[in-house]
């Protein structure tokens, strides 16, 4: 049976990444991948346009890693988003940076991200198996026996798990990683939907399909709690809400849902005081006296969204303006700074864009990547505990966490 220096399993950006590095440091490298290709869920990335990283400073990205930042700080430090973008401009992959950092190929496509990567394994001869599924590591005297099923083996120094979680399951990622290091002696966190669309109740939420508010803020209560989201984009579903402000305050609410249900109020103005409202309804009211209330609120908010919001209000559609009382003005108004929803779920953990938990981090040397239990094993990815929002992060973790694993597995060789 041949020996590889380092096995990586999973060819996702952080498999690709880490067989590269080792690749790079003259190791024998083999990356197994179950797929009969590279980087499946890396090409539906950003709506396949690939949000590669963020431009964002170590200690921004630091902060959106939360409690997490600490852990993932010596690899984002080795290899940052600076050096991810010379790592693709160093083959002529020009990149843009879009709204809030967001960095993508210029060419808006994810394949040309892959073919990059591509050419550096193939550069540092790194073996590629597709259609191989790895079950179980064995450990013994000097190096592990990978079982590949159907009598197959591999023989390998080290091995580097970087199997992803177990969202979008038609890319590959099931969660076998978990699995198997589980059998090795590591713990794995509980698995939660992350960046996820969330689940209203309301009846009506179905003729808001489609419907995208720009620039409101959202405001979850639950208990004497609440959650208030920055600014951003909506997007009503048939089932309730998405877009990017939910996805990225999915991470937070999701863990809240686990106990109870959470009322939601969007502020539809959050750039007007309710003084400053209050004083544009009047004057519009009084300047259209003669228009119907349900053409006047075209003003305020999309036509699509009018008969709900005269439905909540319990008005008259066809009142004309100067009728509405100053009672139902002040409803309006409430109703515009406060549209209220009942989130009682997420979608499903195979619908969300990341897995949150995973291989607790106290088990792996942040230093490395290397397992604490048994060492040789590495991890690299989303197959690791955390959970980050939007923008580019969570590949920049696979990349920079990958890029670590790889080097040290292979300078851990010498
Ligand atoms: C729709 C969507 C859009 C996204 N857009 C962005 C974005 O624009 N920017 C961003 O930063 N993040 C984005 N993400 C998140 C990002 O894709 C993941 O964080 C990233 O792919 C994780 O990389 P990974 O290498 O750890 O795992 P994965 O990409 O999941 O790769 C794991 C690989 O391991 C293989 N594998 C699993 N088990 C085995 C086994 N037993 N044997 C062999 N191979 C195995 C799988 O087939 C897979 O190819 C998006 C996710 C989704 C679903």
Known sequence: MKLYDITVVGAGPAGMMAAIRAGQLGKNVILIERNDT???KLKITGSSRCNITNTASLDEFMEKFGKNGAFFRSAFATFSNRRLMSFFKDRGLKLKVEENGRVFPVTDKSRSVIMV???Y??????????NTRLIKIKKKKDYFSLDLGNDNHIATKKVILATGGVSYPSTGSTGDGFEIAKKLGHKITPLKPGLVPLKASETWIKELQGITLQNVRLTFKYGKKKIISDKGNLIF??????????LDISNEIVSILKNETVSLFIDLKPEMTFPEIEEKLLSEFENRSKTEFKNLMKLFIPNRMIPIFTELLGIDPKKKANQVTKGERNSILNLLKAFPLTITDSLSIDKAMVTCGGVLKKEINPQTMESKIVSGIYFAGEIIDFCAPSGGYNLQEAFSTGYLAGESAAENLD
Do not use: C, M, Q
């Not at 394994?121 to 597709?130: H, T």
């Open 117 to 119: 990567l591509k050419d």
């Open 237 to 246: 579903t048939h089932y309730g809400i998405s877009g990017p402000l939910v």
């Open 38 to 40: 590279l980087g499946k």
């Open 121 to 130: 394994l193939s550069e540092n001869k790194v073996k590629r198996d597709y």
